[in-house]
Nanobody, 116 residues
């Protein structure tokens, strides 16, 4: 099994920045060759994809994240980051990390609130 633990969320003013981290533990060899991603879920809305990164470093972003968010992965391939800048109130959500393994694994989420 793989455990994913997110951190780095918090309250930030519009236009501010946050860096989220997701650390994997457990049978981490199972994620070395797999993609990992960040999703978010705002109150009353469905969970949506924010960004994905492959084991080779290829990335893909939701339109809402392009140009503002950057997903990265450390050399050990067990930690994934989401650097968020120019944050907007509509970015407020619980952010989840996901490992695209079989079965897939999710973290418990970290709250990001963008408000003045």
């Amino acid at each position: 099994q793989v455990q994913l633990v997110e951190s780095g969320g918090g309250l930030v003013q519009p236009g501010g920045s946050l860096r989220l981290s997701c650390v994997a533990s457990g049978t981490i060899f199972s994620i070395y060759s797999k993609s990992m991603g960040w999703y978010r879920q705002a109150p009353g809305k469905q969970r949506e994809l924010v960004a994905i990164i492959t084991s080779g470093g290829n990335t893909n972003y939701a339109d809402s994240a392009k140009g503002r968010f950057t997903i990265s992965r450390d050399k050990s391939l067990t930690t994934v980051y989401l650097q968020m800048s120019s944050l907007k109130p509509e970015d407020t959500a619980v952010y989840y990390c996901k490992a695209f393994t079989v079965p897939e694994y999710w973290g418990q989420g970290t709250q990001v609130t963008v408000s003045s």
